[in-house]
Every structure is written in C-alpha cells, then in structure tokens.
C-alpha cells in the first residue's frame, strides 16, 4: 500500500521561503499525477498545485507565482518549493494523488507563517 510523507514544514516570517517534500513508498509513483493539499485552521482541505507524468504543471490561483511543484521519479518524491509566503498560507500541507480515489492521506507537515 502507498504511504505518503510529508516533511520541510516549519515556521517562517512573511515573505520567507520553505520547500516541501513528500516521500511516496510503493511503485506507482512514476506512472500517477500528484498533488499538493493544504487544511488552514478551521477550514477544508484544499488543492494548491498538480504536477502529471511529464511535469506538466497546475496551480490554483491563491499560489501561482509563488510556489512551484516538481517531481523526482527516481527518489519517489515531490516537492514545493514555496516563496514569498503570506500569513494565509498558514497551513498542514498533504500531498496524494491528483484525483479521486484518493490513497491514505498522510501526517502533513505544518507550515505557520507570522511575524
């Protein structure tokens, strides 16, 4: 069974920089599309970014420009890498495939960005 985990969260200032990573075990992971999530506090889990088999990429509107998704299909991971953050990208961030049926969601890894 894929199991997915999340690391590279921490605390930052406004405008600061993180890069996320999620580790995924299995041997899917080459041939799915994947995406990043985020849960604020107090909200629903929501899409941030995509990336499919040949990089292709989508992002939602509240993290264009600012943050970028990629994959490493050799080490099974994706990444976000994620500047300028803003306090309302306080967050847990997940990542699991891109579509439905969703595989077990991991531990996510929280992102608090204050001053």
């Known amino acids: 069974q894929v199991q997915f985990v999340e690391s590279g969260g921490g605390s930052v200032q406004p405008g600061g920089s993180l890069r996320l990573s999620c580790a995924a075990s299995?041997?899917?992971?080459?041939?799915?599309?994947f995406g990043w999530y985020r849960q604020p506090p107090g909200k629903q889990r929501e899409w941030i970014a995509s990336?499919?088999?040949?990089?292709?990429?989508n992002y939602s509107g509240t993290v264009r420009d600012r943050f970028t998704i990629s994959r490493d299909n050799a080490k099974n991971t994706v990444y976000l890498q994620m500047n300028s953050l803003k306090p309302e990208d306080t967050a847990v961030y997940y990542c699991?495939?891109?579509?439905?049926?969703?595989?077990?969601w991991g531990q996510g890894t929280q992102v608090t960005v204050s001053s």
């Open positions: 299995g041997s899917i992971f080459s041939s799915r599309a």
């Open positions: 699991n495939l891109l579509s439905p049926p969703y595989l077990a």
């Open positions: 990336v499919y088999v040949r990089n292709i990429t």
